[in-house]
């Protein structure tokens, strides 16, 4: 059983505009969540994170927003451009459990100009 | 830094034969981590290792062993390659876990392995 799962495969937004992405986690002691981006024949680049004592963090264009009670965090891209356009996998897991993480199976993010 | 690296970048197996792939990084990291990724099925940790000399099992253990004799090294091995195993393999690594704010835990991950078994 999937234990992070983000239920949207594909995701078509014009440039300039919001991206959304979303992602659900079953297990509420996970405390640590983050966001990775990956393009083709490539391995995933680490963007943001967050830890359950937040429940924002942003950096530059990227923002990821945690929902402890409904176990839910997004990533917003503001503005989105064509150059973000990639697969995008949201993770979780316990802090200070060797790092390990629980992946969900990603968001292709298609930005159109 | 060449980060995290990983040999080879493309294998093509029989089913039975065995082999080995290699993960290197140069950024002193003392957790190491194997994934697979399947399509619709995001990333599946292999094994993992805490440090030199030890390894742990992850979701998906079966059919798989690793090794970690030296820190930079992480070493993941198919005894008797089987098609199931045909995936895209990659390699992480990441510093111990610092701090009540939870920075630095992020994991780097190398290039990528994509094995086929016939």
Redesign the interface.
């Known amino acids: 059983d ?1 234990q ?1 799962k ?1 239920n949207s ?1 594909s995701l078509s937004v014009q440039e300039g505009r919001i991206s959304i992405l979303n992602c659900d986690y079953t297990n509420s002691m996970f ?2 969540f ?1 966001w ?1 981006k990956k393009y083709p ?6 963007l943001i ?3 359950s ?2 429940d924002k963090n942003e950096d530059g264009r990227f923002t990821v927003f945690l929902n402890k009670s409904a176990k839910h965090l997004s990533l917003h891209i503001v503005p989105s451009q064509p150059g973000d356009s990639a697969v995008y ?1 949201c ?1 979780a897991g316990l ?2 459990n ?9 968001t292709k993010l298609n930005v159109k100009p | 830094n060449a980060g995290v690296t990983q040999t080879p970048k493309f294998r093509v197996l029989k089913t039975g034969q065995s082999m080995t792939l290699l993960c290197a990084q140069d950024m002193n990291h003392e957790y190491m981590y194997w994934y697979r990724q399947d399509p619709g099925m995001g990333l599946r940790l292999i094994h993992y290792s805490v440090g030199e000399g030890t390894t742990a099992k992850g979701e998906v253990p079966d059919g798989y062993n690793v090794s970690r004799l030296k820190k930079q090294n992480f070493l993941l091995g198919l005894e008797s390659a089987a098609p199931s195993q045909t995936s895209v393999y990659f390699c992480a690594s990441s510093y111990r876990g610092q701090g009540t704010s939870g920075d630095y835990n992020e994991q780097f991950f190398g290039p990528g392995t994509r094995l086929t078994v016939l």
């Not at chain 1, 024949?41 to 680490?46: D, M």
């Not at chain 1, 060797?98 to 990603?106: D, I, R």
């Open positions: 999937q992070v983000q495969p405390d640590y983050l990775y024949a490539e391995g995933p680049t680490f994170s967050i830890s004592i937040k996998f993770a802090l200070y060797f790092n390990k993480f629980y992946f969900g199976s990603g």
